[in-house]
């Protein structure tokens, strides 16, 4: 366990690392989808004051811990609030045993949360506050704002804001994979690894939202709130370059593009294969990175993750059983759940006899307002002359569209 450590004073980290194993290889997937290798924190933070606010919980896994850390800064029972930014269980799923012990505590939720705590935990409303937007909370010498920062990833969410100290308290906005270990702020951790991991998180998690983040950041740019601490409730708390921080949350939730090309692609027997390294020498000739994933052996975050900014998406897929090639089709579905920004894509495979995979893949995307480029590459059997001619003609479609949109 992590020791408490002092966010400013009177304001405690209370938070959690979850780097628990399914098994003896890896650890346990966020969501059960996503790999984390690097783990995930549950961030958490007591407020003492004359009254006592504790702002996000962590997992029901771990509320002992936090019950733990808790009881070495104060009783229990004086924890007279307690705010739930978000109601994710990651963040709320200790709420039944901490209530065992803090008895006189009242809930603060924004208005879509209030059902999310009856029904997720059976408790009942006479322990809820709504928190409504700019309320402000006084707790002594300390004074709470909520701002209702709804979808961010839920109806619910809300940030917290300390006056006094400018810490903003985000929850899942802002947040980055990785367990902090015993680090807190940005300049104790490399930066950049938690910004690849932040980028990871946005992409799996935050990105169907993305015109909700813009929205919460135009807010706090309009309103001029100023913030010294930056704290989401996943990775670490943010206090040395703020505006760097937010345009970095910014550019992700418009869809910058980065000059690059991701090709995913399947195969079982090679033909396949053969295209896609027809396909990624070509797009090298023109200096422009390629990005390759192989979709049956490459982690899904990181396939998502980079497909986010590319400006192009290439697809490689042998026809199973008349369909796309499973692994493909997942993270194809997965592009489609997260309703990413419609890109074009190139797409190209092999079949045996009828095909069928690259019909339904065109179908699929125009289903989510992807561009579907020409020409749509099918080969039966080993590709030939002909074949890699059109992969070439597909290729500088390709080239044409990135230096377009990346040279803007
Ligand atoms: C289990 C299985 C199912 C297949 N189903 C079809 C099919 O429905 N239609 C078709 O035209 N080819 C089908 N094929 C043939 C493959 O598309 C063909 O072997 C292709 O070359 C595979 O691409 P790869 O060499 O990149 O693995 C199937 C192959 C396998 C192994």
């Known amino acids: 366990m992590n020791d408490v450590r002092k966010v400013v004073e009177n304001i405690y980290y209370v938070g959690v690392d979850d780097k628990r194993k399914h098994d003896e290889k890896q650890l346990k997937k966020f969501e059960n989808i996503w790999p984390i290798p690097y783990g995930i924190s549950y961030n958490a933070f007591l407020i003492v004051d004359e009254k006592v606010a504790l702002i996000d919980l962590v997992?029901?896994?771990?509320?002992?811990d936090l019950i733990k850390k808790i009881k070495s800064i104060t009783d229990l029972e004086r924890v007279d609030y307690i705010i739930l930014n978000h109601m994710e269980p990651d963040h709320t799923g200790a709420l039944p045993k901490i209530l065992e012990h803090a008895k006189n505590a009242k809930i603060l939720v924004s208005k879509r949360g209030i059902n999310m705590v009856k029904d997720f935990y059976g408790i009942d409303e006479?322990?809820?506050?709504?928190a409504k937007d700019n309320m402000e909370l006084k707790l002594g010498k300390r004074?709470?704002?909520?701002?209702?920062?709804?979808?961010?990833?839920?109806?619910?969410?809300?940030?917290?804001?300390?006056?006094?100290d400018k810490i903003l308290f985000t929850c899942d906005a802002f947040g980055a994979y990785g367990a902090l270990n015993g680090k807190l702020f940005d300049d104790e951790v490399d930066l950049e690894h938690y910004l690849s991991e932040g980028k990871h998180y946005y992409s799996n998690i935050v990105s169907p939202y993305a015109n909700f983040v813009q929205r919460a950041i135009q807010r706090v740019k309009k309103e001029n709130l100023e913030i010294k601490i930056l704290a989401p409730s996943h990775g670490p708390l943010y206090r040395t370059d703020i505006p760097r921080i937010l345009d970095f949350y910014d550019r992700?939730?418009?869809?910058?593009?980065?000059?690059k090309v991701v090709i995913v692609y399947g195969s079982m027997y090679g033909f396949t294969k053969k295209m896609v390294n027809f396909v990624k020498a070509e797009?090298?000739?023109h200096k422009i990175p390629v990005k390759l994933y192989d979709a049956s052996y490459s982690d899904l975050s990181d396939m998502i993750t980079d497909i986010l900014d590319s400006p192009v998406l290439m697809v490689g897929t042998p026809t199973y059983d008349a369909q796309i090639y499973p692994p493909?089709?997942?993270?194809?579905?997965?592009?489609?759940?997260k309703r990413f920004k419609s890109k074009p894509v190139g797409i190209f495979g092999v079949f045996g006899w009828g095909g069928g995979a690259l019909e339904k893949l065109k179908t699929m995307l125009e289903?989510?307002?992807?561009?579907?480029?020409e020409p749509i590459v099918g080969s039966r059997g080993m590709p030939t002359q002909e074949v890699y001619e059109q992969l070439k003609q597909l290729v500088n479609t390709v080239v044409e569209i990135v230096n377009k949109e990346t040279e803007k």
């Open 59 to 64: 997992d029901e896994a771990f509320a002992d």
């Open 126 to 130: 006479s322990k809820i506050i709504e």
């Open 143 to 164: 004074t709470l704002r909520f701002i209702m920062a709804p979808f961010l990833h839920w109806p619910e969410t809300m940030f917290t804001y300390v006056v006094e």
């Open 252 to 259: 992700l939730s418009r869809w910058v593009p980065e000059r």
């Open 283 to 285: 797009i090298e000739k």
């Open 328 to 337: 493909v089709q997942v993270v194809m579905h997965m592009v489609k759940t």
């Open 367 to 373: 289903g989510t307002k992807f561009t579907v480029l």
